[in-house]
């Protein structure tokens, strides 16, 4: 069971001072849709590819994780949505990397949280 205050009472300075902080519910919705497309284990496992290889064409996206460039294409669209992957086409290809240093920030700090939690 979670705990709980045994007595409900509110700190209003608190309160105040943490809803004053809060981004816009607009921008809330844009961080939530970001974790979420991070919460799916295909888009994370093509994340985390990118991560080490730097650059990956979406035949090496279907072959690392086992399904079709159909559903991988689908997964990179969610992915290019919300600013977490960039791509270049060369000729008849299309390579994605990691849209910024951002996301390989995120990416490491959520691998190395895990790895010290016991």
Not at 3 to 26: F, N, R, S, T
Not at 58 to 81: E, F, G
Not at 110 to 116: C, D, F, K, R, T
Request: proline share 2%; net charge negative; glycine share 4%.
């Amino acid at each position: 069971m979670t705990e709980v205050c045994k007595v409900y009472e509110e700190h209003l300075d608190k309160i105040l001072e943490a809803q004053a902080k809060l981004p816009g519910e607009e921008r809330i919705l844009e961080i939530a849709d970001f974790f979420d497309a991070l919460g799916n284990p295909t888009r994370l496992k093509i994340l985390l590819a990118l991560m080490e290889a730097g650059e990956l064409c979406t035949c090496d996206l279907s072959a690392i994780t086992k399904l079709s460039v159909s559903a991988i294409s689908h997964q990179l669209r969610i992915l290019k949505d919300r600013k977490i992957v960039a791509y270049r086409k060369d000729g008849k290809n299309v390579f994605y990397r990691l849209d910024d240093e951002h996301i390989r920030e995120i990416l490491r700090t959520a691998i190395e949280h895990l790895s010290e939690v016991k």
